[in-house]
Every structure is written in structure tokens, then in C-alpha cells.
């Protein structure tokens, strides 16, 4: 783990608090002058984001490497192909997403007032990003940022400080410096960054920081998105599902960033008499996938850092649920295998938390109304998952539970359908992101009407002095 001793030494990434000062300033007063509102400005700057990811590929995938232990390919699927193909995609959509939208759905009366909805910049934003996707968070909302007219600030989390330094080197190479920057830094700068005031903030990470920014942000009654996580459940209805295919999905969303996705299947609800075919298959998986062996496989994973891989093994130290899968550990590489834990109960350690790490526990239930009644009783997880081709389950998990999201047969890849919007609810955070919903977080719908004068005559029942024939109905 290179990344820790670099991130002592390297100035890149510890912005002095007075330079803080100089961009929020240097922003506003760019803000003010219009500059980041022409749409052939925001195309230029939004290729000129594809391209600085596109021409340092290999940089961003070996940073992230050094900082996560992520495999290429999986930095190249998850964060930076997206990213490169959703800037672009922005530039070409920009027109239709910024074009005034003429109301005409008005009674004929209130035609001649032409209502229109602009979309109209809210100012420069803020974007606190954490590390476990390090480049997708962080770049996702300065597209949106971009698309939308508004100068960006972008504060990389310190856990990722290979490529939070390289993404300060390289941003001012490709994009105005005068509307985008990036701060370097942990608490202190960030909370200096949460003392000014910004146009809107938004958050990724955990619920005890999302709590804190939204504290800051409303002493200037900035709104706030905070993308936060949860414990997301994963429902197998063995009854009418293929176990095999289940064990396919449910693992491909858990291996990935060895279990470090605020998306990541948390745990499983299935019939306890399928529990243990379910572990069958959930085993051929793995060694099907990993044929050499987990902890030495380059397409697995690591743990960021040794306080969360500290934190997964006391998880597993305090579990009174059996090990059936994985357990291996290799501490010194922060390497920790799948771990399936069978017949975990409500009150287990592993259930307290979010785990986002590899263990997987499997919590036997009756039926669907104990599966129900089980998501209900806690948070609003930001993904619910449930492997089922009965139309009558779906239903009833349509309808009687909420979450971010809700994903039959698969994990994970909700987040590959750009058109939808990707956000939490209740515990799991607020405020929509990615594309046109990523442009309208950063954008305020300013409603206007244009009354003419030459109607003037007709609108005498309104003004003083009131007599009963002006309010007759
Ligand atoms: P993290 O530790 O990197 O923190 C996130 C950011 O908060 C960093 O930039 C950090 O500098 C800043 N921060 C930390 N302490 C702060 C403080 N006291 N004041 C102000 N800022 C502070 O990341 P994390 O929180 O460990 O991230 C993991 C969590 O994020 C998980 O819960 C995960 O589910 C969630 N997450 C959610 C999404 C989503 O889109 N909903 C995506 C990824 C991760």
C-alpha cells in the first residue's frame, strides 16, 4: 500500500485554506460574468472533460489500483468508460435539456402570457466525493455541474490520494480554472469548504458526514443531494427462481471493489429450507470465477485501508453465524475473501451496519411477509434486489416497501441504465443524479410569464377600490 506514505508528502493534495478563499471567490465572480452559461462554453468544457479521461486512461486505472487494490477492468467499466461516454453524451443533449420549455397547458385566458419554465444556473456547487469509486464520484457531478452552467468545486475523498492528486494535476491542463477546481484535503479543508456559501452541495458518503454537510449547508440554506448508503437487501424467492443464475448476479454486484459499492447486495432473505442449495451454488461461483484461488486473483479486489479491513474482521470476530464461505483473509495486502455467513439473525453484528466489504450473510425467513416486514422495520435501503419471476411477488415488493432503487434478477447494474434516475430515500439520501437528472440537480426550473399590456383592459376586476360587481361570479 504505496498510497498512505505518498499522501504525507504530496502538496497536491492539501489545499492551503486561503487558496479556498481565493476560488470560491474567483468562482462567483466568474459566475456572475456569464461566462459558464453559453452552451457552445459548456459543450467545449464538457469534451474537453471526456478527453483529459480518455488521454490519461491508463494514469486514472493505475491510481485507482494504487489506491483500491480495483482491477482494471473494473475501473474501466464502472467509472471511467461511463464517464467519458456520459460527458459526451451531455454535450450532444445539452440543447434539449437547457431549452426554455413553453408551457401551453394553461386555460386559454392565460395563453397570451406566454408561461415559461427556464432552466437558469444556480451558481457555483460544491461536490464532496468519497473513495470507493474514487473517479466516477467525483467526475459524475462536475459533468452534471458543467452541463448545467455552474462553476464546481470538487473535494476527492483522502482515501483515495493517488488519484485525488492526479486529478488536481491534471484538471487544470483541460478545463477553465477560473469554474473548476479541485481542494485536496480531509476535515479541515472540507469543513472550510462547508463554512462558505455554496449554490448547492452535493455529498457522497456515509449518513453521520452527510449529516454535518447538510448541517453547514443550511445556515446559507443551500440545497443539498446527499448520495448515502444503507444495508441494501437482496430477496431470492427460491420458489420461482434459477439458484444458479441468482448466485451469478448476486456475486458479480458483491465481488465488485470486493464489496465496496453503496449499491452492493448488504444481505440475503431466502426460504430456509433453500438456504443451503443457494450456498451450493454460491460456491461453484466462486470457483468457477476463481479458479486460482480469490486472494491471488487479479480480478478481485482489496480493502481501501486497514482501519475498514480492521473493521470487516471485527464484524466477523463478534458474528454468532456460522462460516460456510470464504473467511481467508491476508491481512498484510488487505485481502479478504467472500465470506457467506448462514443462519444470521436479526440481532447479529454483521446485521448492525452497512457491511461494505466482502461478507455476505444469509438470513433465513418464513415467507414474502417476513421478507416484507423485515425490509420495513429498517432504514429505506438505497437498492433493493429480488430474484423472482412471480408477477405476484414483484408486486407486493413493488408496492410494499420503498428503497433508491428496486432491481429483479439482478445487482448492481441499475446503474448502467443512464436514462433513470440513480438516488436514495430516507436513510439512503436525496437528490437525483446522472444525465439530464444530474443537469436538473444543479438547475433551478425559474418559472416566468410575460403578461402583455395591450390586455390591461380586461384585468380592472383586480385592482382597488373591490366592488361587489368585480367579484361577481
Ligand atoms: P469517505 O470517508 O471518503 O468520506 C466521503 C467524503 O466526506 C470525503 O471527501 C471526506 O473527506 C469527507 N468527510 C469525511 N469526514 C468529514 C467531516 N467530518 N466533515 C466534512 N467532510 C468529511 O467515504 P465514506 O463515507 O466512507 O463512503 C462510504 C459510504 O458512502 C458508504 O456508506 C456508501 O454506501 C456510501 N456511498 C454512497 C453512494 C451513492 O451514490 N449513494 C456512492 C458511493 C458510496
Same mark, same amino acid.
Given at each position: ?63 485507482? #489500483? ?79 455541474? %458543467? ?84 444495508k441494501s437487501p437482496c430477496f431470492v424467492d427460491a420458489a420461482s427462481t434459477d439458484l444458479r443464475v441468482a448466485a451469478r448476479?448476486?456475486? @458479480? ?16 432473505? %431466502? ?113 433493493? @434486489?429480488? #430474484? ?41 439520501? @436525496? ?43
Amino acid at each position: 500500500v504505496v498510497s498512505s506514505s505518498a499522501a504525507m508528502i504530496d502538496p497536491r493534495l492539501h489545499t492551503p485554506l486561503k487558496d479556498i478563499d481565493k476560488i470560491h471567490e474567483t468562482f462567483y465572480k466568474t459566475f456572475k460574468s456569464g461566462k459558464c452559461r453559453p452552451l457552445s462554453y459548456r459543450r467545449q468544457q464538457l469534451y474537453a472533460l471526456a478527453r483529459m479521461c480518455q488521454e490519461n486512461v491508463d494514469a486514472f486505472t493505475d491510481a485507482i #489500483f494504487n489506491d483500491l487494490g480495483k482491477p482494471k477492468q473494473e475501473a474501466l467499466l464502472y467509472e471511467v468508460g461511463p464517464i467519458i461516454q456520459r460527458a459526451v453524451q451531455s454535450a450532444e443533449r445539452l440543447e434539449e435539456w437547457a431549452r426554455p420549455e413553453k408551457v401551453t397547458d394553461v386555460p386559454d385566458w392565460q395563453k397570451p402570457w406566454a408561461p415559461t419554465v427556464y432552466r437558469a444556473p444556480k451558481g457555483p456547487v460544491l461536490v464532496i466525493a468519497p473513495w470507493n469509486y474514487p473517479f466516477i464520484l467525483s467526475l459524475q457531478p462536475l459533468y452534471a455541474a %458543467i452541463s448545467a452552467g455552474c462553476p464546481a468545486v470538487v473535494k476527492p475523498s483522502e482515501f483515495a490520494p493517488t488519484y485525488a492528486a492526479l486529478l488536481a494535476e491534471l484538471l487544470p491542463k483541460y478545463l477553465d480554472s477560473s469554474a473548476y477546481a479541485i481542494v485536496n484535503g480531509a476535515v479541515p479543508e472540507t469543513s472550510k469548504l462547508l463554512d462558505l456559501k455554496w449554490a448547492h452541495i452535493l455529498y457522497t458518503g456515509n449518513g453521520r458526514v452527510g449529516r454535518i454537510v447538510a448541517a453547514a449547508a443550511a445556515k446559507h440554506l443551500t440545497p443539498v443531494s446527499l448520495e448515502l448508503g444503507g444495508k441494501s437487501p437482496c430477496f431470492v424467492d427460491a420458489a420461482s427462481t434459477d439458484l444458479r443464475v441468482a448466485a451469478r448476479r448476486i456475486l @458479480y454486484g458483491k465481488c465488485a471493489n470486493a464489496g465496496q459499492t453503496c449499491v452492493a447486495p448488504d444481505y440475503i432473505l %431466502i426460504a430456509r429450507d433453500a438456504q443451503d442449495a443457494l450456498v451450493d451454488a454460491l460456491k461453484q461461483v466462486i470457483a468457477e470465477r476463481y479458479p486460482q484461488g480469490i486472494l491471488s486473483s487479479d480480478s478481485y479486489g482489496r480493502v481501501v485501508n486497514a482501519a475498514h479491513f480492521n473493521r470487516l474482521q471485527n464484524m466477523l470476530s463478534r458474528t454468532k453465524a456460522r462460516v460456510v464461505i470464504g473467511g481467508e483473509t491476508d491481512p498484510e495486502r488487505l485481502k479478504m475473501a467472500p465470506t457467506v455467513l448462514v443462519d444470521v439473525t436479526a440481532d447479529d453484528s454483521v446485521m448492525e451496519d452497512e457491511i461494505f466489504g466482502p461478507i455476505l450473510p444469509i438470513v433465513p425467513v418464513a415467507d414474502l411477509d417476513e421478507v416484507i416486514e423485515f425490509i420495513n422495520e429498517r432504514d429505506h435501503p438505497l437498492a433493493l @434486489y429480488a #430474484f423472482t419471476e412471480n408477477a405476484e411477488v414483484k408486486q407486493r415488493l413493488i408496492d410494499e416497501t420503498l428503497s433508491g432503487s428496486l432491481v429483479f434478477n439482478d445487482t448492481f447494474d441499475q446503474l448502467a441504465v443512464d436514462e433513470v434516475p440513480f438516488c436514495g430515500v430516507g436513510e439512503s439520501g @436525496y437528490g437525483p443524479q446522472v444525465l439530464k437528472h444530474g443537469f436538473d440537480t444543479f438547475t433551478h426550473y425559474r418559472s416566468s410569464e410575460d403578461v402583455p399590456l395591450a390586455i390591461e383592459p380586461y384585468l380592472g376586476a383586480r385592482y382597488a377600490p373591490y366592488t361587489p360587481e368585480k367579484t361577481e361570479v
